[in-house]
């Protein structure tokens, strides 16, 4: 175990972890909005988590960062309950997702999860592709949709592209298209599972700068990321997974100075 953990089951004791993202500052004993403790989930016999504790205030926006097979990504999907925990507790917009009971839609409503993959219907322009689930699941009329579509299409730059279809846009702009998607729900919170990893550097910049703004706004999110660069720029905090633990946790600065000889070698071997 890391000899930091223990220091990581109190949210905001380090006194240097601060806002460097410029997101909403942390209330020192405000409630969190995204709890998890002593979280553990299995494959078969391949243990991916292991007693994964973090929590996550209001507005604050975390990058998750670690090796292919760290546990990042199933600890997200865990959030959003994709994948039931074998034991521990989640607390999400005060739901509990471990609850055998949880009401999923409610659930889903409060969270946004955007994938790598954009999942765009190809048959329906972008409009109407962010249109569905407000008129499907919200039950707003056409009308309705079609206005709060037309909105988070400019919030992500993409307001001219609303008639287009997905085959018609870059990746990069098909993945804001994603984004905007789940934006027109309006979650509490946001989850980016390494968006931008099958896009070029150019494209990639785009998406990073529209999460960029969301997290200017006060969006609450959790991005699972290679992108260091951005981690460091933008986040709050940066949680480091290794073997299916938090083994370190700061502010940007701690990709600078790293605290432990795994997160040195992780950084070192250029992920």
């Not at 390494?194 to 200017?216: F, I, K, N, W, Y």
Request: proline share 4%.
């Amino acid at each position: 175990m890391s000899p930091i953990v223990e220091s990581l089951r109190t949210p905001y004791m380090d006194a240097s972890v601060g806002t460097a993202g410029g997101g909403a500052a942390r209330v020192p004993g405000a409630s969190p909005i995204v709890r998890l403790d002593q979280v553990y989930k299995s494959f078969g016999a391949n243990q991916v988590l292991k007693g994964v504790s973090f929590e996550v205030a209001k507005g604050e926006m975390i990058a998750i960062i670690g090796a292919s097979g760290s546990g990042k990504s199933t600890a997200l999907r865990c959030i959003d309950r994709l994948e039931v925990i074998d034991r521990g507790s989640i607390e999400v917009c005060g739901i509990r997702v471990d609850d055998p009971a949880v009401d999923l839609k409610r659930l889903r409503l409060e969270v946004g999860i955007v994938f790598q993959s954009y999942n765009l219907c190809p048959h329906l322009t972008v409009q109407e592709n962010i249109m569905l689930a407000l008129r499907h699941v919200k039950k707003l009329s056409r009308g309705e949709a079609a206005e709060v579509a037309i909105r988070v299409l400019d919030q992500v730059g993409l307001k001219q592209k609303a008639d287009a279809y997905p085959e018609q846009l870059s990746g990069g702009q098909q993945q804001r298209v994603a984004i905007a998607r789940s934006l027109a729900m309006s979650p509490k919170v946001m989850l980016f599972d390494e968006v931008t990893s099958a896009l070029d550097p150019q494209l990639t910049g785009e998406v990073l700068r529209v999460m960029e703004d969301l997290a200017a706004g006060g969006m609450t999110m959790l991005l699972v990321t290679h992108e260091m660069a951005f981690a460091k720029r933008v986040a709050d905090r940066i949680i480091y997974m290794h073997q299916g633990t938090v083994w370190e946790t700061g502010p940007g600065e701690m990709l600078d100075a790293p605290r432990t000889p795994e997160l040195h070698a992780f950084l070192n071997n250029g992920l």
